[in-house]
């Protein structure tokens, strides 16, 4: 059973079409091959080459990157991998390939990831060893080693390769989405994570208040992007700093708009950023909303949960506005569902167009708003449920974007070896429609992947429930001819 865990992974690359996979490395052009790679080599050997049997001409290979970097190719014989890309592997194969047989068509990719284990330490709720593969990022051990929102650092995870350290700051990919500080891990990584350090408290009128670790040099701009910027409400030459004196006593100051970019943060700083108090002139909106407008220069983070802004309100003020100062729908809204509170008359109105307006900035279709107005855009499960013939069933698996029902499978421990089958997997609708899915396809957020039980495994449930009926039957008949003969000897 432990080598079947081992191997589940590489099970469940292996059932995705090799397509599906490269299609999900194209863009990674410095991927380099890995011992424990699997790759699926084609030769079409055209109408001359085909199969009596079975009339095909292609054949096709599974083929291991050893940890002496070889592979054994037929026709060729051993290639040996040195410091290259998997782009220039798969065209010196194809071209080697070519000159040796003659073929009509080859193709080379990357079948499934090679499987390792990387050790992670330090503040972390599990610590120890964890299997990933070469298609996993720094974020994705994280995740499975499980961090301490209140003591465990973002801004300074180290990542010992080679015995070299390494230093990364996920905050700026969490918020900036900069991938070079996620990098990709590779056999015999290490990663440590240590306690928060120094730290700042943001609140008041910004998008996301709360406590922020801060590095030597943070300057306040750099934290007020981290909280989201101010709110649409914030008043920004009203901002207070508290800061601890050498007497270890807070003193409070006022900080000039100005120097918002250049001050300084130090550990154990308080700032608030001052709102209006004004509530009766305002307009609220609700959800998958960005928080603040969208722009060409800075990258926006999607909110992972819905979010709640106060809008001051003037005569002529529309919809539309209120969309651009929020930077429209997010990818997780549900546009079809939003409506209106009317502050005037606490109605309900739907939109339904809200998406077609945004888009198209029809003005036949936007709306003007009064004060008091409450609007909602509501936003999806950002979750996948994964159910049926699977490991561990989990209703309640973290969406992530680009991941396909097999990398959600794998999350979900795999297809039960014994139960499961593998050709039938689906998407199960709220009323509980069914729509057939292959282990590559893309996956929704708030989707639910149902596996259900293999041919054999009805069988037996079958045959077990035949069995019972069939002991229960033989167990009546008996009864019955007992009390027969009780009946006919008393006569």
């Given at each position: 059973?432990?080598?079947?865990?081992?191997?589940?992974?590489?099970?469940?690359?292996?059932?995705?079409?090799?397509?599906?996979?490269?299609?999900k490395?194209?863009?990674?052009?410095?991927?380099?091959?890995?011992?424990?790679?699997?790759?699926?080599?084609?030769?079409?050997?055209?109408?001359?080459?085909?199969?009596?049997?079975?009339?095909?001409?292609?054949?096709?290979?599974?083929?291991?990157?050893?940890?002496?970097?070889?592979?054994?190719?037929?026709?060729?014989?051993?290639?040996?991998?040195?410091?290259?890309?998997?782009?220039?592997?798969r065209?010196?194969?194809?071209?080697?390939?070519?000159?040796?047989?003659?073929?009509?068509?080859?193709?080379?990719?990357?079948?499934?990831?090679?499987v390792?284990?990387?050790?992670?330490?330090?503040?972390v709720?599990?610590?120890?060893q964890?299997?990933?593969?070469?298609?996993?990022?720094?974020?994705d051990?994280?995740?499975?080693?499980?961090?301490?929102?209140?003591?465990?650092?973002?801004?300074?995870?180290?990542?010992?390769?080679?015995?070299?350290?390494?230093?990364?700051?996920l905050t700026?990919?969490?918020?900036?989405?900069?991938?070079?500080?996620?990098?990709?891990?590779?056999?015999?990584?290490?990663?440590?994570?240590?306690?928060?350090?120094?730290?700042?408290?943001?609140?008041?009128a910004?998008?996301?208040?709360?406590?922020?670790?801060i590095?030597?040099?943070?300057?306040?701009?750099?934290?007020l992007?981290?909280?989201?910027?101010?709110?649409?409400?914030a008043?920004?030459?009203?901002?207070?700093?508290?800061?601890?004196?050498?007497?270890?006593?807070?003193?409070?100051?006022?900080?000039?708009?100005?120097?918002?970019d250049?001050?300084?943060?130090q550990?154990?700083?308080q700032?608030?950023?001052?709102?209006?108090?004004?509530?009766?002139?305002?307009?609220?909106?609700?959800?998958?909303?960005?928080?603040?407008?969208?722009?060409?220069?800075?990258p926006?983070?999607?909110?992972?949960?819905?979010?709640?802004?106060?809008?001051?309100?003037?005569?002529?003020?529309?919809?539309?506005?209120?969309?651009?100062?929020?930077?429209?729908?997010?990818?997780f809204?549900?546009?079809?569902?939003?409506?209106?509170?009317?502050?005037?008359?606490?109605?309900?109105?739907?939109?339904?167009?809200?998406?077609?307006?945004?888009?198209?900035?029809?003005?036949?279709?936007?709306?003007?708003?009064?004060?008091?107005?409450?609007?909602?855009?509501?936003?999806?499960?950002?979750?996948?449920?994964?159910?049926?013939?699977?490991?561990t069933?989990?209703?309640?698996?973290?969406?992530?974007?680009?991941?396909?029902?097999?990398d959600?499978?794998?999350?979900?421990?795999g297809i039960?070896?014994?139960?499961?089958?593998?050709?039938?997997?689906?998407?199960?609708?709220?009323?509980?429609?069914?729509?057939k899915?292959?282990?590559?396809?893309?996956?929704?957020?708030?989707?639910?992947?149902?596996?259900?039980?293999?041919?054999?495994?009805?069988?037996?449930?079958?045959?077990?429930?035949?069995?019972?009926?069939?002991?229960?039957?033989?167990?009546?008949?008996?009864?019955?001819?007992?009390?027969?003969?009780?009946?006919?000897?008393?006569?």
């Amino acid at each position: 059973m432990a080598l079947f865990g081992f191997l589940m992974p590489i099970f469940l690359f292996a059932q995705s079409t090799p397509s599906d996979l490269s299609r999900k490395i194209i863009y990674m052009s410095n991927y380099k091959p890995i011992p424990g790679d699997v790759y699926a080599l084609n030769l079409d050997f055209g109408p001359a080459g085909s199969s009596p049997t079975t009339g095909s001409s292609i054949t096709s290979y599974s083929i291991v990157l050893q940890p002496d970097m070889t592979l054994e190719l037929p026709y060729i014989g051993t290639v040996h991998v040195g410091n290259e890309t998997f782009a220039d592997l798969r065209k010196r194969v194809i071209e080697s390939m070519k000159k040796a047989v003659p073929l009509q068509f080859v193709s080379f990719l990357l079948q499934a990831p090679a499987v390792f284990d990387v050790f992670v330490y330090g503040t972390v709720s599990n610590p120890g060893q964890i299997q990933m593969t070469s298609l996993n990022r720094l974020t994705d051990v994280l995740a499975s080693a499980g961090l301490n929102a209140a003591a465990s650092s973002t801004r300074r995870v180290e990542l010992i390769r080679d015995k070299k350290t390494l230093t990364f700051d996920l905050t700026k990919y969490y918020v900036f989405g900069q991938e070079d500080e996620d990098p990709f891990l590779l056999p015999g990584d290490q990663v440590f994570v240590p306690r928060i350090k120094d730290s700042v408290v943001v609140s008041g009128a910004v998008a996301k208040p709360g406590t922020y670790e801060i590095l030597p040099g943070d300057t306040l701009g750099t934290v007020l992007k981290f909280a989201g910027g101010m709110l649409p409400t914030a008043l920004p030459d009203q901002i207070a700093l508290q800061r601890v004196n050498s007497q270890n006593r807070y003193t409070e100051e006022s900080v000039a708009t100005d120097r918002v970019d250049t001050l300084t943060l130090q550990n154990g700083d308080q700032i608030n950023i001052a709102g209006s108090s004004t509530t009766a002139d305002r307009i609220t909106i609700e959800g998958a909303v960005y928080g603040s407008p969208a722009t060409s220069t800075a990258p926006q983070s999607v909110p992972g949960s819905p979010v709640r802004f106060d809008i001051p309100y003037h005569p002529g003020i529309t919809l539309l506005d209120v969309l651009d100062l929020m930077g429209g729908p997010t990818p997780f809204a549900e546009p079809e569902k939003s409506y209106i509170i009317r502050g005037s008359t606490g109605q309900r109105m739907p939109v339904p167009d809200l998406e077609t307006l945004w888009k198209q900035r029809t003005p036949a279709r936007n709306l003007i708003l009064d004060q008091g107005d409450y609007i909602v855009i509501p936003m999806k499960r950002l979750s996948v449920a994964v159910v049926g013939e699977v490991t561990t069933p989990n209703p309640d698996i973290p969406y992530v974007s680009g991941y396909t029902v097999g990398d959600y499978l794998q999350a979900a421990g795999g297809i039960n070896p014994q139960t499961g089958d593998s050709n039938a997997i689906y998407f199960a609708s709220t009323l509980g429609k069914l729509t057939k899915v292959g282990l590559g396809t893309d996956v929704p957020p708030g989707a639910t992947i149902v596996v259900e039980k293999n041919t054999f495994s009805n069988m037996n449930q079958f045959f077990s429930n035949l069995f019972l009926i069939t002991g229960w039957i033989t167990s009546l008949i008996g009864v019955t001819i007992t009390v027969i003969n009780f009946v006919n000897t008393y006569k």
